[in-house]
């Protein structure tokens, strides 16, 4: 799902006129979360979006999340621009944003920290209705879309 949305929002972006560099472009690719790091700061990016897809034992819990790190040089601007991130995949998709989170726990940011680095969960795939969204083409281009405006907003960018 990642890989799928991940394609699909290169492809939006670069249509764009955005570069867009990918730590990965096919499944079944081993690569540690530091090595995802190293890929991401060797082309100096403006901004550092890592797509998952949240997982609960709630099957209730639903909705869009950020991480963000709370060290290095973005660390003050990170939380506001987490929730920029969010708030523009809330109003672009109509899922609701839970928050925005910073910690030094976060292992794949810590080591991007150097850039603006987010770990956007665009919804929990143990929730029926998220997993259906999901899944979705025409949802998966409202996140397309929602991120577009996020990377549009961002000071750096």
């Known amino acids: 799902m990642n890989l ?3 394609l699909k929002l290169a492809a939006y972006l670069e249509s764009l006129g955005c570069e867009v560099h990918m730590t990965r472009t096919e499944n079944d690719v081993d690569i540690s979360n530091i090595e995802r790091a190293e890929i991401a700061l060797s082309y100096s990016p403006d ?4 797509l998952h897809c949240d997982g609960s034992d709630d099957s209730s819990a639903r909705g869009i999340g950020v991480f963000v790190t709370d060290m290095g040089p973005y ?9 920029m991130l969010g708030e523009c995949l ?3 998709t109509g899922s609701s944003y839970r928050g925005c989170w910073a910690s030094s726990t976060y292992s794949g940011l810590n080591w991007a920290a150097d850039v603006p680095s987010f770990l956007l969960e665009m919804g929990f795939m143990s929730n029926s209705t998220d997993d259906e969204l999901l899944s ?3 949802y998966q281009d409202s996140i397309c ?3 577009a405006v996020f990377v549009s907003e961002m000071p750096n960018s």
Do not use: C, H, N
């Not at 901004?47 to 890592?50: A, G, W």
């Not at 660390?75 to 929730?83: H, P, Q, R």
């Open 90 to 92: 809330s109003d672009s």
């Open 75 to 83: 660390a003050d601007s990170l939380g506001d621009w987490g929730d």
């Open 145 to 147: 879309e929602g991120i």
């Open 47 to 50: 901004v550092y979006i890592r």
């Open 136 to 138: 979705d083409p025409d």
């Open 4 to 6: 799928e949305i991940g």
